[in-house]
């Protein structure tokens, strides 16, 4: 392995996909308290994934697509194997946008207006013992925005494109989402 395999494994970055120029690293490496804090999370997860084994709950949970240039804003959390999107759980009182728009602050430390938001997929599912109701929100970006990630939830963030993507574990509805750009994207360049 070299020097730069070990630093993409050890220190997580924004990175660019093959398409487009690479973005710089990330200055900050996950420290101590981070690693943790990405402990915490992992049991947290587990503890939650007993819970909902027994109990069955309905979720409802939001991601957000961001897209550039062609390419997809993957996370990658510290409890789970697969990439996903920023996003997370719809809290009380809350709409679906809302949490959408609050998640992509907390996860990646981005803003957007909740107009741009375009809803690309709603579906329910059985998901880890639960039904879990995932709403997916589509942005489309005129520039790559400054992505921070606070090494403990979030432990990587990198523009992938979909074809990348699609080649490494996904969140089972990211996935569609994904093969279905793809789908109309082909069927618009005929």
Known sequence: MTNEERSLKSEPMLKSGPTVESEPALKSAPTLVDRGFQLAYVGAYRLMRAYWKVRHPT???TLVAMWNSGDVLLVRNSYVPYYSLPGGYVRRGETPKEAALRELKEEVGVSA???????????????????????????ELSSRPTVNVDHREVIEAAWWSPERALAVTLFPPLRRVIERRIARNGEEAR
Not at 116 to 134: A, F, I, P, S, Y
């Open 59 to 61: 979720t409802h949970g």
């Open 113 to 139: 207006p909740s107009e741009q938001l375009d809803l690309v997929l709603e579906e329910t599912n059985e998901w880890e013992g639960k039904r879990d109701h995932v709403l997916i929100f589509s942005i």
